[in-house]
């Protein structure tokens, strides 16, 4: 049987064997090359025991291993390793010594070492082999030989408690004077008790009792304790289990820490206190920051709404240096139109021929067209927005209807939506009319191909409660882009090609709207493709509306007193007095200020009507007008005049003729004026 177990190891080479046995060996053990002066096994509890590597070690000199000797030690240890006398036992010397030995961490621990050396036959070592072991604890033990008085007084000197007490009950088979001290009771007459009711929490007194039953020891364990005194104390343990007078028991030393407890309790407020702080200071970084960034998304809409007012100053003052060349060409265009017509009068008087008759019907229509452009100008400038007078929209609409058959072609449908009983807005009926023709010649436009073109009208109610009738012209065609919907509303931008737009239209509907108290704003068509134009209007009242006077039908009053026409422009002049002559008025004629002002200053001499130009060399018509009423308060006026915007401020009910005029609106003016002496 022995030798069937043995069998399996006959292949294994017996150094494994052995390095495999030296590996669980509690010793350290070595063979060193002498002659070689190197390390060639270093093994067993080399590492665990030092903390060094034994593999640093392998293949070095002997040097290197004492380095890690104290250095008291180093010599004798060196000189074992190097014999000086021969040896023993068939050329071997065997040695032992005591050294102490440095760990990997700096402190030192004591080895035995015992060595045997094997010498060649002159007595030098060849290699040396063997072991050592860790004797720390017996040194110590040897170095501090105490009996039971010694350590007895080593403990009453103590000055922090020190008991010895039963594992179970706890009861105290010994302590020092300072136990007696700190906790109340007299060494001399009493006997201390620690009983349980002493620990503030007794499970932590058992939790101890268990460590050290698993552990054998237990330190730092912090427990809070009663006194006899009085109060309480944070007390810090270091326990161990040992056998006193032959039974088990505990050791412990107590440390009052309850300074330091109430420095962790402190420290722990402090941190309270502290986290609170950062938690408010930081709750009110947050606000700052909420209202930091509030300031600055003030500031950048305020920079927004600056950039808009900077626009709008801007375009305000392209629309006013617009108006200021706007009036002056009105002027001189608009007498030169008023000339051709007062020539053209002239001339149909002394021609009879059918066919002139039709030329110059021609040209007053061209004169006319020439009016209305100049008109459209104003408007855009703001200088003449029309009279406004309460209209019908829905009559407006309606018709506009018969001039859409030559406007709108038959690919793009139209569409009305006007409630009943809509109310009047406040508006101009030609400029509106004209205004909505501009929407539908842009729509047409927008539409090459077709599309469907809806106008619908409804009540609201704007943001201060303020009644308004809305228009929204809207088609399906291609669009505006978001770019310049901001600018199509400006004077002279347009996107057409030269020739085929003024960039008027917009501008004059944007203007009119304006200067009536309404708006009218741009969007994409919410249903599809197209945009929609939408009109906002005041509500027009009863002042507003004015019957129109007819010259044809109505009966001129009679005027005693002569005509004064105040005219610089001689066709117009003369056109004036051959109208007014026709229809049995007296006139006298003024080609300048000054030469009205000295017909009015002549004693006696009265006048039935004032016809008064506004743009008058030498004196201008704001001067003729107040000598006129300083001078003949009750004697009417009616204004003529190719700047629309000056006569409301002489005077804002007379009536006013815009150059270029026809025989009818010079008559229906005057029917005017004189209705009101």
């Not at 006398?85 to 700096?106: F, H, V």
Request: glycine share 8%; aromatic share 6%; net charge negative.
């Amino acid at each position: 049987m022995a030798a069937r177990d043995a069998a399996p190891l006959a292949g294994i080479p017996l150094a494994q064997r052995l390095s495999e046995a030296l590996a669980h060996s509690q010793d350290v053990v070595y063979s060193y090359d002498a002659v070689t002066d190197r390390f060639d096994y270093l093994g067993g509890e080399f590492d665990a025991l030092t903390g060094l590597r034994g593999e640093d070690f392998l293949g070095h000199c002997l040097e290197r291993f004492l380095a890690q000797v104290h250095p008291r030690d180093r010599q004798s240890l060196s000189a074992a390793f190097s014999p000086s006398e021969p040896g023993e036992n068939d050329g071997r010397r065997l040695w032992s010594l005591q050294y102490r030995l440095r760990k990997a961490n700096g402190a030192f621990l004591w080895v035995s070492h015992g060595n045997t050396t094997v010498l060649a036959a002159d007595g030098s070592p060849l290699y040396h082999s063997g072991s050592f072991r860790d004797i720390t604890k017996r040194k110590l033990a040897e170095e501090l030989p105490l009996d039971e008085d010694t350590l007895h007084g080593i403990l009453e000197a103590a000055p922090f408690p020190i008991t010895v007490t039963t594992p179970g009950e706890g009861e105290v088979l010994f302590a020092n004077r300072s136990a007696y001290a700190f906790y109340g009771f007299d060494p001399e007459t009493e006997r201390i008790v620690l009983t349980p009711d002493l620990y503030v929490t007794p499970e932590a007194r058992r939790a101890i009792v268990e460590q050290l039953r698993r552990d054998g020891s237990a330190s730092a364990v912090d427990i809070e304790m009663r006194r006899l005194s009085g109060g309480t104390v944070w007390m810090s343990f270091a326990a161990q289990l040992i056998r006193f007078r032959g039974q088990p028991a505990i050791m412990s030393a107590q440390f009052d820490v309850t300074a330091r407890k109430q420095a962790e309790e402190a420290l722990r407020g402090m941190q309270d206190e502290l986290g609170r702080r950062v938690r408010e200071r930081t709750a009110e970084l947050e606000v700052a920051k909420r209202a930091l960034e509030q300031d600055i998304a003030a500031r950048i809409r305020a920079e927004e709404e600056k950039r808009d007012l900077e626009r709008q100053l801007r375009r305000s003052q392209v629309l006013e240096a617009v108006g200021q060349l706007a009036g002056g060409v009105a002027h001189d265009f608009n007498n030169l139109l008023g000339a051709i017509l007062g020539c053209l009068h002239a001339a149909s008087a002394r021609v009879t021929d059918d066919g002139a008759e039709e030329e110059f019907s021609r040209i007053r229509t061209l004169c006319k067209r020439g009016g209305d452009l100049t008109r459209r100008l104003l408007e855009v400038a703001r200088q003449f927005p029309g009279e406004p007078q309460a209209v019908d929209l829905s009559e407006v609409l309606r018709d506009l209807t018969p001039l859409l058959g030559y406007t709108v072609p038959r690919n793009i449908r139209i569409r009305t939506q006007v409630p009943e009983g809509l109310p009047r807005v406040l508006a101009d009926r030609s400029v509106l009319t004209a205004a909505l023709l501009n929407l539908i010649r842009n729509a047409h436009d927008a539409m090459p191909t077709g599309g469907t073109l809806s106008f619908a009208a409804r009540r609201s109610t704007d943001s201060q409660g303020m009644e308004r009738v809305l228009l929204e012209v809207c088609d399906t065609g291609t669009g505006i882009p978001s770019a310049i919907q901001e600018r199509v509303f400006e004077p002279f931008f347009t996107t057409k090609p030269v020739g085929k737009g003024s960039g008027l239209g917009l501008a004059m509907v944007h203007a009119a709207m304006r200067e009536w108290g309404g708006d009218v704003s741009v969007r994409p068509n919410p249903d599809g493709p197209g945009t929609v134009f939408q009109l906002t209007f005041s509500l027009g009242d009863r002042s507003h509306a004015e019957e129109p006077v007819d010259p044809a039908t109505s009966g001129h009053p009679l005027v005693q007193d002569a005509i004064l026409i105040v005219e610089d422009e001689d066709a117009t002049a003369r056109f004036e007095e051959d109208v007014l002559r026709a229809r049995g008025y007296t006139t006298v004629r003024a080609a300048s200020g000054l030469e009205a002002f000295e017909l009015l200053s002549a004693a006696g001499r009265r006048y039935g009507l004032a016809v008064l130009d506004l743009l008058l060399p030498s004196l201008d018509g704001g001067t003729v007008h107040r000598l006129l009423k300083s001078c003949s308060p009750t004697t009417p006026v009616l204004f003529v005049t190719g700047r629309y915007d000056l006569a409301p401020e002489l005077d804002p009910g007379a009536p006013v003729v815009r150059k270029p005029f026809s025989e009818d609106d010079l008559l229906e003016g005057v029917e005017r004026a004189l209705q009101r002496r």
